[in-house]
């Protein structure tokens, strides 16, 4: 099924295209182990060939990197045979920038850009040196010019600017870059690796930050690391998606074993974004499903129709303003509970300089939420043991 969410009022330019978006491609864990050199992986995609293949542009954001194996490291790696079933599926437009893309360090991210590029797909935010990496990628479709920037917000530290790297978010330089880049193109299009994981709501200052981006110039602000959807806004020929979900994934990867809301993490949807010289013309979404076997499906009318549903609502409730105080609930109930476990793993491993980096970090905002989770706990257990009143009237 697909559901149109925004049709731009007035008319419609004869020339248009259209930008196919889509979230996070995590091509490692089960997924490598169920397709061993890439054999068979035209099967991921199969089920959403045609969506994607509507596309003029096909964008997708890869998360982790093409490259040889590491003994020391088995996590998040790709074999780099599935850039062929990536370009296969339709993709010709991939963002690099994001948390997970230098595991490896900046060779195997350079081997990345190389397996991608030889199968004609263009690297965002990414690059063989920062000046690179921070280049727009501009593409010309169906008489329109689009231009394209990609950020990660990883608050990683990239010393060398010399050698290979992704572009870490800056607020002020994205903006600098997007009124630069809107001069020289029709639409301008934001890739951004940002937000909460879990949570079905933006942080309101990541969307003050996309909303600042269309203020700049932007048409279309894509975000994506939070694995759900996150519902979108659209207006005046503008549209910003506060995450697109996963598109492959095997969410149980990782150190933790903590897979938070594994359904809503299943569920997600193809954007289609009708663009011409004035902006958005249109949007709709196909929503999608990652099935047990680790394939990607159009979901059913059933399915379909409650992913949609759910999008819509959330949506609502960020444009009203509504969503802040659920946003801080499900914030301190769903990322503290992980954050904990992470503590706990990381202190019997004795893994203390990398405890240490990340203590460094604590923000009065994390002890909020640490506290907001045990008040929570401590509410939920003396719910539990309050004696039930006896009702009998005998």
């Not at 491609?25 to 061993?36: D, H, I, Q, T, Y």
């Not at 194996?69 to 045979?81: E, H, I, K, S, V």
């Not at 490896?104 to 991608?116: A, C, K, M, T, W």
């Not at 609930?329 to 893994?351: D, F, S, Y």
Request: aromatic share 6%; glycine share 10%.
């Amino acid at each position: 099924m697909r559901r149109t969410l925004y049709r731009r009022s007035g008319e419609v330019d004869v020339e248009r295209c259209r930008l196919v978006a889509v979230g996070d491609l995590m091509l490692s864990g089960a997924v490598e182990k169920r397709f061993p050199g890439g054999a068979g992986a035209d099967a991921l995609f199969a089920g959403v060939r045609e969506a994607l293949r509507s596309g003029d542009v096909v964008f997708g954001n890869l998360e982790t990197p093409l490259c040889a194996p590491a003994p020391d490291r088995p996590l998040f790696r790709g074999d780099p045979a599935m850039a062929a079933a990536i370009a296969g599926a339709g993709f010709n437009l991939l963002s690099l920038a994001n948390n997970h893309i230098l595991e490896f360090g900046p060779g195997p991210l350079l081997e990345s850009i190389e397996h991608v590029e030889r199968h004609g797909i263009r690297v965002l935010g990414a690059g063989a040196t920062r000046e690179i990496a921070g280049r727009p990628v501009v593409m010309e479709r169906r008489g329109v010019r689009i231009g394209c920037l990609g950020y990660g917000r990883t608050l990683q530290e990239q010393k060398d600017p010399t050698i290979p790297g992704f572009i870490e978010w800056d607020e002020a330089a994205a903006v600098e870059a997007v009124a630069a880049l809107r001069k020289r193109v029709d639409c301008v299009v934001v890739s951004v690796h940002m937000g909460f994981m879990w949570i079905d709501y933006p942080n309101p200052v990541f969307k003050q930050s996309a909303d600042r981006l269309l203020s700049a110039g932007a048409h279309v602000v894509l975000m994506h690391h939070a694995h759900v959807l996150q519902g979108y806004a659209a207006d005046d020929g503008r549209v910003a998606v506060y995450n697109l979900g996963n598109f492959i994934a095997d969410i149980w990867e990782g150190e933790t074993g903590v897979t938070p809301v594994p359904d809503r993490q299943r569920e997600s949807a193809i954007y289609m974004i009708d663009l011409d010289r004035r902006g958005v013309a249109g949007i709709g979404i196909v929503p999608i499903v990652m099935t047990d076997d680790l394939r990607v499906v159009e979901a059913d009318e059933f399915r379909g129709k409650a992913i949609a549903d759910r999008l819509e609502r959330i949506s609502t409730e960020i444009r009203s303003g509504a969503y802040l105080k659920e946003y801080a609930r499900q914030r301190a109930e769903l990322n503290t509970g992980n954050i904990l476990v992470w503590l706990i793993l990381h202190v019997k491993k004795g893994n203390w300089g990398e405890l240490g980096r990340n203590l460094v970090r604590v923000r009065p905002e994390h002890a909020a939420m640490l506290g907001r989770f045990l008040w929570n706990r401590i509410k939920g257990l003396w719910r539990r043991e309050r004696p039930v009143p006896d009702t009998d009237a005998s």
